[in-house]
């Protein structure tokens, strides 16, 4: 899929019309062309734990500095790698964005998933992991993947960068939310078969079965306050009035007015969301 994207992306900059790089000398653009090209490929989760890896590697052994080499070689190879860590933390910052903008990216998700389980079962192939309609636990993944992926990648992020404390908020912020609904599913005895929450009658129902999640999110948006501009913006004014720069890494004066901007969460809404999710075609 990666190298699909970034061989997609130089044929498409190859048209006059798209090539936004086409003043480059032959040099740069051979050097920004291998920087998107580990960029994308840094986003292929089967090599999180090494992008990670590098990161927290150079935090531990030099908290203050991220880039250290000296010489060209090594300083663009240290480089690279902050960049595909920011890159890859953006690959999955839909887990850090506040909860109703998270749901409608687990929904997306979870129909192309399934999609592709539709076909794999079709082709009478063994149907890949989180691709069975049939056998799935969306509380339980995103649990899971949140703990296991996100909160260690946007603790290392936040700790680079510490203005974006939001994004790491919103991630322990949606793991409650989803922990807390799990909890109350298990107590109500609901199954974790979607057959029985609506979720997998056809390959095609997964787009009806989000309709009435999704029109009750378009319906109520204007009751949530979960969007960023919208919470804690004279703590975030404040907080970027007291940031400095030193020695490649951003220092924060005075946290003392920041506040949990998940704090505009409604538990009752949160819950809404997700039953509609689960439960919107459970009746017809």
Known sequence: MENFHCSLLFKIIRNEEFNIFDKFSDLNFRTLRKRIINMILSTDMAIHGKV???????????????????????????????????????????????????????????????????????????ISFLCDR?????????????????????????????????????????????????????????????SQNGLSEES???????????QNISEDSENF??????????????LNNNVNVNDNKININNNNNVNNINNCHNDNENKMLIINLLKSEKNK
């Open 52 to 126: 990670l890896g590098v990161i927290k590697s150079k935090l531990i052994n030099n908290p203050n500095k991220i880039i250290i080499a000296k010489d060209s070689k090594n300083i663009f190879e240290e480089q690279q790698n902050l960049f595909n860590f920011i890159i890859h933390c953006a690959d999955v910052s839909h887990n850090a964005k506040n909860f109703n903008i998270s749901l409608k990216w687990v929904k997306l998700l979870s129909k192309e998933l399934w999609k592709q389980g539709d076909k794999e079962r079709d082709k009478n192939i063994e």
């Open 204 to 214: 095609d129902s997964s787009d009806s079965s989000f309709e009435s999640s999704d």
């Open 134 to 194: 049939y056998n799935y636990d969306i509380p339980k993944s995103q649990i899971s993947f949140i703990k296991a992926f996100i909160v260690p990648t946007f603790e290392v992020l936040v700790e680079i960068f510490p203005t974006l404390y939001y994004l790491k908020d919103n991630v322990y912020s949606n793991l409650k939310i989803w922990e807390k609904f799990s909890k109350e599913n298990k107590k109500k005895g609901w199954s974790n078969n979607n």
């Open 225 to 238: 306050n979960y969007y960023d501009d919208d919470c804690n913006s004279d703590d975030n004014n404040e």
